[in-house]
């Protein structure tokens, strides 16, 4: 049961890593794309580096699911 | 490589300087210096912007209307100019070029006009048929929805109708218009209303007939849209009108591509001429309007510019043979000017690197006499890419894709240089896909009975060594996780690393000593962080090397703290930062394996139920399988850019204000 638990614990951990960085990452991302939206509109040359724009806070996401990774290996480390 | 550039200055005497401009930009080496703001910063004003000759100017405004009207042609006729050769079109432009422009004028104005003639009669019919077709698209859903009413109306011979089209969002004023047109017939009045679509709104307002003509005063002042139909179709009987229309509808198309075939005809015969009119005019045009970027004084003119330093001598010798002692070049050397910032930048690479060269299209080219990244970038590019990827199955699709692109649009820069990058990278996935093992995701290691069920989990069982060793293989992503985490900081602290280098190269060269000491000491901080954190994941990491480590990275922050500031030391802790962001080489990595996985186990537990079983599991690998080969070609292409441009060329890079753009004709080629 203990052990269950434990688990359990660790999936909530892993869960919440990931999923608090994957809203924060949608937050900044839904911010920079549509200011970018805005700004092709008037400079149609800037859609490259806009994509390159909206794909800086996907840092956090992958760092969150690193670290969510690394949480579900402590199952194994048990 | 950034090519090295010359700058020259040519002064001549005036009345060779047309001459001398056609030279130039035939040679079409020397990009122009606009010498406007250097002559207005002069205090003499003996040295004026070159005036083109009042003559000439007439032929600008002449040329630039033909220019309109080539291009109104062009467009009319649509050539399809990648069919054309373009030895037809140099052949062309030849025989429309004159050094003299009247001559040129008359030539083009010619071969306009036989155009005009010959297309004169198709042009005028299609765009009368287009008009018409619209017009009647337009009336056939209204007619169609007044139709069964009219109809009705018609067989009461005292009735009269009046159709109206009105916007969906004033559908309301029907009701006002109901109450006032109640009033005007004494209450023999009827409205009845239907949408033609998400926008109008058909009306037919029935009335007695001996109120016509007040109903249609009473509708002029309303200002509301009521149909009239084409004058031969008004006075027809509704039910034949709409006939009449619909079969008009029908048969326009036809005749329109009957217009089209005959227009194709003569537009093959016609477009070349017609690309190499436009050419011509436009590097006349472009001639002209350099001329102001020139400087002049009573008795000279100057014209400033930069140049590959290998076409001095070709241009040297060009204006000599020409001009003799009539005109001086002379090189002036850029760094007692001060003017490497406003060098022009072209580059020059191997046949590999010039397809990577795509990153200028998302960036400005680099600075001249700084280090050019084309190179690393086209080494590291591919890798990272094929590092996410990883995988045998779909590395395959990509690089047969990828160079099916790169051939088939061999004359297209982009989507051949886009080809190629994936060619090279879809090689790189499948390296690392043999290095993980993975062909579609886990298949190998199923065929192969590499994985076995501990605890109700898969784990692998390793050909060399096992998930405790470095050394081992396959080198599974979901088990190996920590060591390619740690395998990811280092290709960070590499990749980093040596933009660092190429930073304080480029400092070196500017001779800018703070700029070497901020990009060394960050240098120090990014190696004496690897060494102190070393011995987390190594055990027989020495001890000492941690203190060593510490002490390298403080001393690292002091040493960028004095080359650049705060900003430095604030830099040297980002630097950090910046190492971990290379994780995504493992995490784009890892997602795209997992949903490889995903797509496996769902598609083999719907196999399971015979046929339809089969037919459905193939039908779920195919979609998940795609779907992950579609995100796994955008999202490691995305993110290895990033790390490009970001994270290392961050470290280094610095734009440059201008690209090498050469004043030279088309020759037939724009």
Known sequence: ?78 | MIVKMAKVEILGLKDVALDAIDVIHELGTLHIEDLTERIGKMESKRVTRMEIDPRFGEHESTLNNLRAKVGDMIRELGPNVEELSSQDIQREYRAVWSDDIETMISRINKSIQQIEKDTREPVEKKSDLMVELSRLEKYAPIMGKVQPLAERVARMEDMASIALIIERKYKAILNYLNEEISKITDGQCEIVASDVDDESTAALIVFNRRYLKQVHDFLAVQDVNQVRLPSDLARKPIDEAVAEVRARIAKIPSELDDIERKLSKVTGKYSVQLIASRNAIHDRLEAMEAVPKFGQTDQVFIISGWLPESEVEPMEKALGDKFGSKIILTVVDVREEQDEEDTPVALKNNTFSRYFEIIYMLQKYPRYGTVDPTLMFAIFFPIFFGLMVGDVGYGLIIMVGGYIVHKKYANKPFPSMIGFIMTVGGAWAILFGVLYFEFFGDWPLRWMNRLVTVNGSDEVKYYIGSNKTIVRYPLDRLEGFTLFFAITIVIGLIHIGIGLVMGIINGAREHNRKHVMEKGGLLMVLLGFVIAIARFGLGWWPKPLVAVGILMAVAGVVISGIGGGMGGVIESLVGIGNIFSYARLIAIGLASVIMANVANSLSRQVAGGGWIGIIVGVLVFVFFHGLNLVIGVFSPSIHALRLHLVESFGKFFEPANYRYEPFKKTGGEE
């Open chain 1, 1 to 78: 049961m203990a052990s269950a638990v434990k688990i359990g614990l660790i999936a909530i951990s892993a869960a919440l890593a990931i999923g608090l960085s994957a809203l924060a990452t949608g937050l900044a991302q839904s911010r920079i794309g549509a200011a970018m939206a805005g700004a092709i509109a008037e400079r149609p040359e800037l859609v490259g580096i806009s994509i390159i724009l909206v794909a800086i806070p996907e840092t956090m996401v992958i760092l969150g699911l690193v670290i969510a990774f690394m949480i579900t290996t402590l199952k194994s480390a048990k």
